[in-house]
């Protein structure tokens, strides 16, 4: 029994995500990005809900008018073709006990360090890493007040698109500005600790 593709059809997608960031196929992830900054900028200037009913809307008109058109073609023509989206319907889309299993364990995963993270953060495990996180904070209360939620996720779309593309072309001069600015955080973070007290971590 077959049961390795059939069991998970999105099985490569870290693969094909990548394809589609780095624009492998430009006409597939041109449509992705329209789609989702039609969405956003949609989602902008209307409720969610209003967003979905339309987007619902939308789908149920074209599925509905080409239902009609076949039927009425396959009148006129005499032919017995069945349903149009017989093939869609008949797929299999359910999810089996074991890939539900799956992601619910990797979900758990996830939680379960977010949660260890938070709490060694928040319980100042490592004062230089608690600071490091207050400072990345006080800075989206800025970034909060200039933009807002669905702006930030416009940009991220934007970025998610365009950063792996320019970083492929210019990796050699991004990493070595990178390690330039990491070289210096490293530095600076290193003279904290030396200076302040129990800022040193266990095992050093």
């Given at each position: 029994?077959?049961?390795?593709?059939?069991?998970?059809?999105?099985?490569?997608?870290?693969?094909?995500?990548?394809?589609?960031?780095?624009?492998r196929?430009?006409?597939?992830?041109g449509?992705?990005?329209?789609?989702?900054?039609?969405?956003?900028?949609?989602?902008t200037?209307?409720?969610?809900?209003?967003?979905?009913?339309?987007?619902?809307?939308a789908?149920?008109?074209?599925?509905?008018?080409?239902?009609?058109?076949?039927?009425?073609?396959?009148?006129?023509?005499?032919?017995?073709?069945?349903?149009?989206?017989?093939?869609y319907?008949?797929?299999?889309?359910?999810?089996?006990?074991?890939?539900?299993?799956?992601?619910?364990?990797?979900?758990?995963?996830?939680?379960?360090?977010?949660?260890?993270?938070?709490?060694?953060?928040f319980?100042?495990?490592?004062l230089?890493d608690?600071i490091?996180?207050?400072?990345?904070?006080?800075?989206?209360?800025?970034?909060?007040?200039?933009f807002n939620?669905?702006?930030?996720?416009?940009?991220?779309?934007?970025?998610?698109?365009?950063?792996?593309?320019?970083?492929?072309?210019?990796?050699?001069q991004?990493?070595?500005?990178?390690?330039?600015?990491?070289?210096?955080?490293?530095?600076?973070?290193?003279?904290?600790?030396?200076?302040v007290?129990g800022?040193?971590?266990?095992?050093?």
């Amino acid at each position: 029994m077959d049961s390795g593709k059939k069991e998970c059809p999105w099985g490569n997608w870290k693969g094909q995500a990548v394809d589609l960031l780095h624009w492998r196929d430009v006409k597939r992830s041109g449509l992705l990005f329209g789609s989702v900054l039609l969405l956003l900028f949609s989602l902008t200037q209307f409720s969610v809900v209003s967003v979905g009913a339309y987007l619902a809307l939308a789908t149920l008109s074209a599925s509905i008018s080409f239902r009609v058109y076949k039927s009425v073609l396959q009148a006129v023509q005499k032919t017995d073709e069945g349903h149009p989206f017989k093939a869609y319907l008949e797929m299999e889309i359910a999810l089996s006990p074991e890939q539900i299993s799956k992601y619910v364990d990797k979900t758990q995963l996830y939680v379960n360090y977010t949660l260890r993270e938070l709490r060694r953060l928040f319980l100042v495990q490592d004062l230089v890493d608690s600071i490091k996180f207050a400072v990345l904070m006080w800075l989206l209360t800025y970034v909060g007040a200039i933009f807002n939620g669905l702006t930030l996720l416009l940009l991220a779309v934007v970025s998610m698109f365009t950063m792996p593309v320019v970083y492929e072309k210019y990796q050699t001069q991004i990493d070595q500005y990178l390690g330039l600015v990491r070289t210096q955080v490293n530095s600076i973070m290193g003279k904290i600790r030396e200076k302040v007290p129990g800022a040193k971590r266990k095992n050093e």
